[in-house]
């Protein structure tokens, strides 16, 4: 069966740190690009960042209001996909979902999501 | 970045209605346009990739058209599984964006 499954969320104070891990299984994960996407309560859908395969030198992308402090990387020897999230913020809080892009870059793989809650 | 914008941001409908959800990008992608379902607690799914491709498994009252700017989600028949929120993403360049979400209710 493919799946995702995520975890390391939690409750941190502003300006802490968190890592998020990603494992996978059922596919070939090292050929896969990995994507990090997460939704505050009762809001829409947003890009994190992606991770691309060794084919591709694991190049990294993010948005700009992760941008230097957010940091993806993977270890396909373990098939895990990380968000190490640094100087994280109040509306850094909400459900992050790690997810594979699949080869038609739709992201046809989901996690069930780790909360993330930052706050004093 | 390239902005997304669906419409409606809601709508309701009853079982057995046709129901289209359009989705416009502020520039063209091509058809690099995905449309994604999500329900209450879970993690979205994939329904069509590239504008029109049906993702594996997913019902063929589904379908997805359009390229370039403007794009459509369209159910043929709504089903009681169907309410849900849906959701456009490009896919064009990064980062990618999704549009705001369009909740399709029960009437």
Redesign the interface.
């Known amino acids: 069966e493919v799946q995702l499954v995520e975890s390391g969320g939690g409750l941190v104070q502003p300006g802490g740190s968190l890592k998020l891990s990603c494992a996978a299984s059922g596919f070939t994960f090292s050929g896969s690009a990995m994507?990090w996407?997460r939704q505050a309560s009762g809001k829409?859908?947003?890009?994190v960042g992606?991770i691309r395969s060794k084919a591709n030198s694991y190049a990294t992308?993010?948005?700009?209001s992760v941008k230097g402090r957010f940091t993806i990387s993977r270890d396909d020897s373990k098939n895990t996909a990380y968000l190490q999230m640094n100087s994280l913020k109040t509306e850094d809080t909400a459900v992050y979902?790690c997810t594979r892009q699949?080869g038609?870059?739709?992201?046809?793989v989901?996690?069930?999501?780790t909360t993330v809650t930052v706050s004093s | 970045?390239i902005q997304m914008t669906q419409s409606p941001s809601s709508l309701s409908a009853s079982v057995g209605d046709r129901v289209t959800i359009t989705c416009r990008a502020s520039q063209s992608i091509s058809n690099?346009l995905?449309w994604?379902q999500?329900k209450p607690g879970k993690?979205?799914?994939?329904l069509?990739?590239?504008a029109s491709?049906l993702?594996s498994g997913v019902p063929s009252r589904f379908s997805g058209s359009g390229s370039g700017i403007d794009f459509t989600l369209t159910i043929s028949s709504l089903q009681p599984e169907d309410f849900a929120t849906y959701?456009c993403?490009q896919?064009y360049s990064?980062?990618?964006?999704?549009?705001?979400?369009t909740k399709v209710e029960i009437k």
């Open positions: 994507h996407v829409g859908l947003e890009w992606r992308e993010y948005a700009a979902y699949g038609a870059y739709g992201m046809d989901w996690g069930q999501g | 970045d690099y995905n994604y999500q993690a979205p799914k994939l069509i990739y590239v491709s993702q959701y993403q896919s990064t980062p990618w964006t999704f549009g705001q979400g």
